[in-house]
Nanobody, 129 residues
Framework: EVQLQASGGGLVQAGGSLRLSCAAS????????IAWFRQAPGKEREGISC????????YYSDSAKGRFTISTDSAKNTAYLQMNRLNSEDTAVYYC??????????????????????WGKGTLVTVSS
């Protein structure tokens, strides 16, 4: 059974940091790109970062560039999203997802949402100002 489990959310003050984890099981992560999305109340789900399985190429949305870093640990079958300099606009439920053979790059970012095959349950990040 394929499972993705996001964790690491919580309450943080503006300017602080959090590291989210996404533990994957039930599939070979070598074939799957891992992406992070978020959804704030009343807003559409937004793809914020992605890392390709083939060559580690990454994508970041404008809102994430310079503040967030995506990484993977293949030995642990876990992906991470390090989030720094958080602000109130980062408050959202964060989801990780996996997409087979998806290539993470700016030109392909418009297909990010529909390019994912598996989704995990979200983890809530609340940034207090």
């Amino acid at each position: 059974e394929v499972q993705l489990q996001a964790s690491g959310g919580g309450l943080v003050q503006a300017g602080g940091s959090l590291r989210l984890s996404c533990a994957a099981s039930g599939f070979t992560s070598d074939d799957y790109a891992i992406a992070w999305f978020r959804q704030a109340p009343g807003k559409e789900r937004e793809g914020i970062s992605c890392i390709s399985a083939t060559d580690g190429t990454t994508y970041y949305s404008d809102s994430a560039k310079g503040r967030f870093t995506i990484s993977t640990d293949s030995a642990k079958n876990t992906a991470y999203l390090q989030m720094n300099r958080l602000n109130s606009e980062d408050t959202a439920v964060y989801y990780c997802a996996a997409g087979k053979h998806f290539y993470c790059s700016d030109p392909w970012s418009k297909y990010l949402l529909h390019g994912m095959d598996y989704w995990g349950k979200g983890t809530l990040v609340t940034v207090s100002s």
